[in-house]
């Protein structure tokens, strides 16, 4: 076990003899910490907290009590392969919250970035990748396969069905069924999931520009409203568009996806 000498490890945590316990590390009181995790700088692990698996956590993140980070895919079709999980630096793992590692099929990595908050009961899925600056709120279930771009909010107790993408920015409210893809800083609301806007809170605390805002809302009317297909418009939009976040939306809608996507009502 390389435990490094300014940790702090209560005695009654189980710590395997392989794993790597960087400085200034936590392990509080019945914790357990299997063979091939690696904890990061001031990583905290409060009482009753599991990391199992090929799991790497990353500096001055925080795993709250009763959270499983690290065990084995909810996937029948996982024997027993060698896959990780990454997570990233200064993230907050609250309390039940479960996050799996990934699969032979799926790439074989679970990954989650920098400065996220799931908070209690919250699931990321095998071979999901989020990014950072995530927000997941209480019981919200993110499937297999996922792709959740930076600064996305999902409320509490939404799913996320498997392989759905959801573009940078959106946001997604409470008790919501995401079943098809989501643009990039888009809104999305109702039990079964519409879109129904842009996120323009998200954009203006940001700080985005007020005529990138305009072509924003310009282009959401025309992919609303446009003649041709969802798809056609994209392109349209695409090839007239001089605005650096209506071209995010266009490469994301015009990106390979195995969804089809949520269209503005």
């Not at 700088?41 to 959270?67: C, M, N, Q, Y």
């Not at 392989?163 to 946001?171: F, K, L, Q, T």
């Amino acid at each position: 076990m390389a435990v490094h000498g300014t940790a702090v490890i209560h005695p009654s945590a189980y710590v395997e003899d392989s794993a790597e316990i960087g400085p200034d590390c936590h392990i509080g009181p019945f914790c357990m910490v299997g063979p091939e995790v690696t904890l990061g700088r001031g990583v905290t692990l409060k009482s009753h907290a599991v990391v199992t698996g090929w799991t790497e956590i990353g500096d001055e993140t925080v795993i709250f009590p009763f959270a499983t980070v690290g065990e084995i895919p909810q996937d029948l079709k996982f024997k027993g392969e060698r896959t990780r999980l990454t997570v990233g630096a200064r993230c907050r793992i609250r309390e039940g919250a479960t996050l799996n590692t990934g699969t032979a099929g799926g790439g074989g990595l679970t990954s989650i970035g920098d400065d996220c908050l799931l908070m209690t009961g919250a699931h990321i899925g095998h071979d999901a990748r989020v990014g950072n600056r995530v927000i997941l709120a209480n019981q919200v279930a993110i499937a297999g396969h996922c792709q959740i771009g930076d600064d996305v909010i999902i409320g509490g107790l939404s799913g996320i069905h498997q392989w759905v993408r959801i573009g940078r920015g959106a946001i997604i409210g409470a008790v919501t069924m995401v079943t098809n893809d989501v643009i990039p800083y888009g809104l999305v609301q109702a039990p079964r999931g519409e879109l129904d806007g842009l996120n323009l809170v998200g954009l203006k605390r940001r700080g985005v520009d007020r005529a990138d805002i305009t072509a924003m809302r310009a282009a959401f009317m025309m992919l609303a409203q446009g003649e041709g297909s969802f798809l056609d418009r994209a392109r349209r939009l695409s090839e007239e568009t001089e605005s650096p976040y209506v071209r995010e939306m266009t490469d994301f809608i015009l990106g390979a996806s195995d969804r089809n996507f949520l269209t503005p009502k």
